[in-house]
């Protein structure tokens, strides 16, 4: 018997069936489940044709907003999912799906059961890290002392794998800060702000003024959810720096 998801939880799902009324979605993370997202709920602005906005076979995020167990029917929702919260589910998605291929990979070159590759490397790492590709992604970084836990067997294997099918990525994330500070020394207590959010969490934010009290703030990580992060958390810092210096900031989020 399948799993179901949750309402409120953010599904992945490939659209299999466009109609005028709606599309249905094969829930890629639930066996043989499928979705349905009405119209309605298929762009925030109005849909003159659905197929304008959705195609068959392309890979979308979405929210659950009703599950009926017993007739085995699930709506979501893809206007309720924020751009880039769709990317990174999908990003998250393919990242899960290519670590599971190098461990089944893994136990192949090593002529064991991918079973116990699971249990002999990948729990060790998930102890660890939060994902697998999390992991591997601090083994192209710091080498063989990323992979602790994990039994010596598997470690020079596993590290050949990981620079061989695996890359350090660059994952970008903007938004943008309007800023305004009264008096005539407002533009060095912006400057000062901006000096004591360097010296916190900024440190990975770069900023750029745009003119008219407005500055872009472009963070790049190795993957979507940290770069969120650390652009959530340079920009509360300027909002908090700003505020105690007597002005006003306002975050605005760039999809």
């Not at 009703?66 to 990003?91: C, F, G, W, Y």
């Not at 720096?241 to 989020?253: M, Y």
């Amino acid at each position: 018997m399948d799993d179901f998801p949750e309402v409120g939880e953010i599904v992945i799902g490939r659209i299999t069936k466009v109609l005028n009324y709606g599309v249905f979605m094969e829930l890629m993370e639930y066996g043989t489940l499928q979705g349905f997202v009405h119209i309605s709920e298929v762009s925030s602005s109005w849909v003159k044709n659905i197929r304008n906005v959705v195609k068959e076979g392309q890979v979308r995020a979405g929210k659950v907003i009703n599950v009926d167990m017993q007739k085995r029917h699930i709506d979501i929702s893809l206007t309720k999912v924020p751009t880039s919260a769709q990317r990174a589910k999908v990003e998250e998605y393919k990242q899960t799906k290519r670590t599971q291929k190098l461990i089944q990979l893994l136990a192949v070159q090593l002529k064991e059961k991918p079973e116990k590759a699971m249990e002999e490397v990948s729990e060790p790492l998930l102890a660890k890290y939060d994902s697998l590709y999390a992991a591997f992604n601090a083994a192209l970084l710091e080498g063989e002392s990323a992979l602790t836990g994990v039994p010596k067997k598997w470690v020079a294997p596993l590290l050949e794998l990981i620079e061989k099918n695996f890359e350090i990525p660059q994952k970008e994330v903007r938004g943008k800060l309007v800023i305004s500070v009264p008096g005539s020394d407002g533009a060095e207590k912006i400057r000062a702000a901006f000096a004591d959010a360097e010296k916190k969490n900024a440190k990975k934010a770069v900023f750029a003024y745009e003119g008219s009290g407005k500055y872009s703030v472009k963070v790049v990580s190795t993957d979507y959810k940290s770069a969120e992060k650390i652009l959530k958390a340079s920009s509360d810092e300027i909002i908090s720096a700003i505020s105690s210096k007597g002005g006003k900031a306002e975050f605005v989020r760039s999809e």
